[in-house]
């Protein structure tokens, strides 16, 4: 009797401590509706601009929400600068050269700043850059979840340790890595359409154009003539990862797997004859389909690990840690 007073007890005062706990730890829509409810519009004013600028922010900017979540979860880790006490992710293999944007999140960030000072951290402004980019290349829309917290951290070591898989990545690899952090292989393929826009720089491809067989002969020379050999010359030079529409976020990602112009030989890992390659043709066919799955698996990647409640700290300025 005693001890069923004592867990009922127990029970109610843990369902109220569970629920500020979720109140406190979850991402919600709403979370700046008081603190900053011209968040949106103070990002896009910026975003929009720099678009216009060039259209291969959108795909840059997609990119970073990507890094920074895969990375110790999404923490703004991503966009620190190196200290004398830590050496961050930009100069992580998978970064280093290749990230970029940064200047344009800072813009973002004083704008944001200007409008409600103190309040909006760079992990979420990443995370509502990321709808804009894929909004302004005429992609599909979702709800982003907010409140996540900037890190006071990042780790070089963290950013190489393969959490981001390689471009040689074999499709378990992928799997892997994407169920590591939570994510399904239905989320792995749908995101992976996120290379329907933007560039690759020919030592992420070189050795999938001249070596491999699982690739269309005419496309794998075309990029040959602008990835030469030997290794070293024409490293930064660039290619579209989707060669039939680089600006625009459709489906032909999945449309060039099926005819083996994939880019990456991580991408053509996708439609190799493997358990993927029947979401690859669905989403080929059916851009409603490939757009729904797509929204869906952004908000789930934007809830990996975020610092909220007490965690973290909301950053002044998004490449340095509060003094
Ligand atoms: C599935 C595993 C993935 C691999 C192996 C991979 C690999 C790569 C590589 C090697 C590049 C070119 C980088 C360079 O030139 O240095 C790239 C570019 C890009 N990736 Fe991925 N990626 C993956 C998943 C994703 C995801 C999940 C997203 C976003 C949701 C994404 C968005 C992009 C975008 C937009 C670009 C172009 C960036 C620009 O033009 O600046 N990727 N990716
Ligand atoms: C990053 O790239 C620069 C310029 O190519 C190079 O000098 C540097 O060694 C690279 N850093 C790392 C950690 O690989
Ligand atoms: C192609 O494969 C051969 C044999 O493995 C290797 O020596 C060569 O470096 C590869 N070429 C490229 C461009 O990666």
């Known amino acids: 009797m005693a001890s069923s007073i004592i867990i009922s007890s127990t029970l109610i005062a843990c369902t109220l401590c569970l629920m500020n706990g979720t109140l406190l730890a979850q991402l919600t829509p709403e979370f700046y509706s008081q603190s900053c409810p011209r968040v949106f519009e103070a990002v896009r004013l910026v975003f929009r601009d720099a678009v216009a ?20 979860g999404c923490d703004g880790s991503v966009l620190l600068d190196d200290t004398p006490t830590f ?20 813009m973002i960030k004083s704008n944001v700043e200007r409008v409600c000072p103190g309040v909006v951290s760079c992990a979420d402004i990443l995370a509502i850059t990321a709808l804009e980019s894929v909004l302004a290349l005429g992609g599909p829309t979702w709800t982003v979840k907010l409140g996540r ?12 340790s393969g959490v981001i898989p390689p471009p040689q990545s074999t499709l378990s690899n992928l799997i892997n890595r994407f169920q590591a952090v939570g994510l399904s292989t239905q989320d792995m393929v749908a995101l992976s359409g996120a290379h329907t826009i933007g560039q690759a720089r020919c030592t992420t491809f070189r050795a999938r154009v001249y070596n491999d ?29 989707d060669v039939e529409s680089p600006d625009d976020f459709d489906n032909s990602y999945y449309q060039n797997l099926i005819s083996q112009k994939g880019l ?40 990996i690990r975020p610092l909220t409640g007490a965690n973290g700290e909301i950053r002044k300025k998004c490449r340095v840690v509060n003094s």
């Open 264 to 303: 990456l030989r991580s991408d053509q890992q996708l439609h190799n004859g493997g358990s993927t390659d029947s979401l690859v043709e669905e989403y080929s066919g059916n851009p409603q389909s490939f757009y729904e799955d797509f929204a869906a698996a952004m908000v789930k990647m934007g809830d």
């Open 213 to 241: 067989t699982n690739i269309d002969p005419a496309f794998a020379k075309l990029q040959q003539s602008n990835c030469p050999l030997p290794t070293g010359s024409g490293d930064n030079n660039l290619a579209p990862l």
């Open 149 to 160: 917290r900037d890190s006071k951290s990042a780790s070089l070591a963290a950013a190489n």
């Open 53 to 72: 600028r060039e259209r291969r922010m959108g795909a840059s900017l997609l990119r970073l929400h990507f890094h920074d979540c895969f990375v110790n």
């Open 87 to 106: 050496r961050g992710e930009k100069t992580a293999a998978p970064n280093n050269n290749s990230a970029r944007g940064f200047e344009v999140i800072d």
